[in-house]
């Protein structure tokens, strides 16, 4: 179930981005009274014809965010996380993913608790990543084919520094080695949270 929730997370995070993009144009913005951070705004955006409305806004620490009706992201200095919460049809149950981004994506299924349950790796095409993970100096531990492994030490990505992985087969970077900086992994998992708290409320019009 984990690697399904995680891959459309992935979806999700990849399927509008952010208005930073190029060729997008910033048709209107307003202040919204429900904002995760009081200078939230609904912002309108056209890009390639396509019209659509996010909300941005910039945390207290100055990271700069956006949530759209399907995912949300958040810049945290030194690293990019993608967030999204969905409801599963199958058990009513809502699941929730942050997704680090780099050159390799690692997706984190979050618990109800909000806690990280699962892992799962993804080279810069969204192709699986298998092959052994280690956070900051715990033991290493190997993923299943899928590039997934359940997380037994839950508190060691909220407090860790970094993600060491060892794939087992060439990525197109060309890299069997890489390491992901968890810098922002708290202000991600807030956000998360208030997603989660917020599911079907949020207004985008």
Same mark, same amino acid.
């Given at each position: ?71 949300? *992201? ?34 984190? $299924? ?29 033991? $290493?531990? *190997? ?63």
């Amino acid at each position: 179930m984990f690697r399904k929730v995680l891959l459309c997370s992935l979806a999700l995070a990849f399927g509008i981005g952010s208005a930073a993009a190029q060729g997008v144009t910033v048709k209107s913005k307003r202040p919204v009274s429900d904002g995760w951070f009081p200078n939230e705004q609904l912002v309108v955006i056209e890009r390639s014809g396509y019209i659509y409305s996010e909300r941005r806004g910039k945390t207290s620490e100055g990271y700069d965010y956006w949530i759209s009706p399907q995912a949300a *992201q958040i810049e945290t200095g030194r690293q990019t996380w993608g967030a999204s919460c969905k409801i599963d049809a199958m058990d009513d149950k809502t699941y929730c993913t942050l997704i680090l981004i780099d050159k390799m994506k690692a997706s984190i $299924a979050l618990s109800d608790m909000g806690e990280p349950s699962a892992l799962c790796l993804y080279f810069s095409d969204f192709t699986p990543a298998s092959g052994m993970v280690r956070i900051d100096k715990l033991v $290493a531990e *190997q993923t299943d084919r899928q590039g997934c492994m359940p997380l037994q030490a839950a508190g060691a990505i909220a407090t860790g520094k970094s993600i060491l992985i060892h794939t087992d087969q060439m990525g197109p970077d060309y890299q069997f080695e890489h390491q992901l900086s968890l810098d922002g992994y708290k202000q991600a998992s807030h956000l998360v949270s208030h997603l989660r708290a917020n599911m079907g409320s949020l207004s985008f019009d």
